[in-house]
Nanobody
Framework: QVQLVESGGGLVQAGGSLRLSCAAS????????MGWFRQAPGKEREFVAA????????NYAGSVEGRFTISRDNAKNTVYLQMNTLKPEDTAVYYC?????????????????WGQGTQVTVSS
């Protein structure tokens, strides 16, 4: 199993940028797809982005496509989420997810490991 720790959250003005990082421990990081999800207050957790184990493929939610970029560095056991042109509706706790048996998963049920989450707040 992979242990995941997110960092990089914070408070930013609308239009600004943040980069989230997710550091993973465990031998399976480089062989599993990784993903980011988010949960806003009073809402269900939703898919944000996913990246295949080799970084050859990525997938994004429609609400973030063109603004967010997921990437990974297997040598550093780290996955990133670059978030640009942030909007107040991007405010949420962002979770890193790993340990998936699927090539490019998009469902919460497709992941076996989760981080503790990092808060992102976008002010208007």
């Amino acid at each position: 199993q992979v242990q995941l720790v997110e960092s990089g959250g914070g408070l930013v003005q609308a239009g600004g940028s943040l980069r989230l990082s997710c550091a993973a421990s465990g031998r399976t990081f480089s062989t599993t797809a990784m993903g980011w999800f988010r949960q806003a207050p009073g809402k269900e957790r939703e898919f944000v982005a996913a990246i295949s184990w080799s970084a050859s493929h990525t997938n994004y939610a429609g609400s973030v496509e063109g603004r967010f970029t997921i990437s990974r560095d297997n040598a550093k056991n780290t996955v990133y989420l670059q978030m640009n042109t942030l909007k107040p509706e991007d405010t949420a706790v962002y979770y890193c997810a790993g340990d998936s048996p699927y090539f490019l998963p998009v469902s919460q049920a497709d992941f076996g490991s989760w981080g503790q989450g990092t808060q992102v707040t976008v002010s208007s």
